[in-house]
Structure formats: structure tokens, C-alpha cells
């Protein structure tokens, strides 16, 4: 089986007052399968990206099991405080393009 080209799939994201990632859920790879649905805090989603973590947008296939539609991946820029951000985005605003808010 070949290699996954990521670690993790953020389907939904919730913001704070401030325009910041407060949450996120997202499904992370156990080996060759993935995980229930997990919501996770922003601290937690900031400690996989500093890892190393490859995680993209998207949304598990319907009926399809480990199959999901990806988008974009998401990056962790440090300046004057740290942004999560997709690729496509230059600037200081947290958003996550094409992901749905829950």
C-alpha cells in the first residue's frame, strides 16, 4: 500500500472571537487506517504542526471509509505570533479555506 501524502484531514473549524482557530475536527491516520472523528484545541493542532505533521482540508467520501476529498494544506507560520493558515493565504488572519465552520 502506498504511503500517505498526509498525517491528518481537518473537516470543520471554529473560531474564536478574535478570528483565531479555537477547535478543529479532523480525522488523524493510525497506520493505514483513520480515526473517529476528533476535536481537537488549538494548542493541540499547533504541537502537530510543529511536529512535522502533514495535515490537509477536506472530507471523508460518503460510503468510501478511509477516502477522503483533500484540499489544501495547513501551515503553521511563525512572525510576530504564530498563524495557521492554508497555503493560499499571506497575511495575519487565521482561516482555513474551503473548510466548513461547526
Known sequence: MARL???GVIEAVRYSQDDRISQVRMYETRRIAFSDRLV???SDLVERLRKGKRIVTGRRKTYWGNNFETGQRVLLRNGKMEIISTEDLAG???YLTGVPVF
Open 5 to 7: 501524502k498526509y498525517d
Open 40 to 42: 481537537i484545541d488549538r
Open 92 to 94: 495575519e488572519k487565521e
